[in-house]
Every structure is written in C-alpha cells, then in structure tokens.
C-alpha cells in the first residue's frame, strides 16, 4: 500500500466505522420502537374462550375457540 492510498476517513477507515456504528444503533432503535409499539397494542387486545368444554387435548381446532373481545 502506497502512501497516497491512506486515508482515515475512507469507507474502511475510521469514517466508514462510524457510519456502520450509527446505522447498526439505528436499526437497533428502530427495532427497539417497533417492539414496544406493538407490545402496547396487544397489551390491551383481550380474548374470550367460547365453548371451552369442547376443547380436546391435540386438535387443529382448538384455535377456533378463542375469540378477540376487540
């Protein structure tokens, strides 16, 4: 490597690690928002079990008994 190729704030420099820093923290908060988001809106989706002596132990259908009360 010649010494007109250095540069610390090439793509694979110190600049480059920090663009790959802030991108990487923003999907790490963009996650973080989405989760959270979605954790309080099912917080307070409720459900309702309907017919719950027909439920047999291993059925495909035993999904068919729960209900959202939303």
Do not use: P
């Amino acid at each position: 490597m010649t010494e007109k190729n250095r540069n610390v704030f090439a793509v694979d420099g110190a600049g480059g690690f920090f663009v790959a820093v802030i991108i990487l923290l923003s999907a790490l908060g963009f996650l973080a928002y989405k989760s959270i988001v979605v954790q309080s809106a099912n917080a307070t989706n409720f459900y309702e079990i309907k017919d719950a002596k027909s439920i047999q132990r291993i059925s495909v259908d035993n999904a068919k008994h729960i209900v959202d009360v939303k």
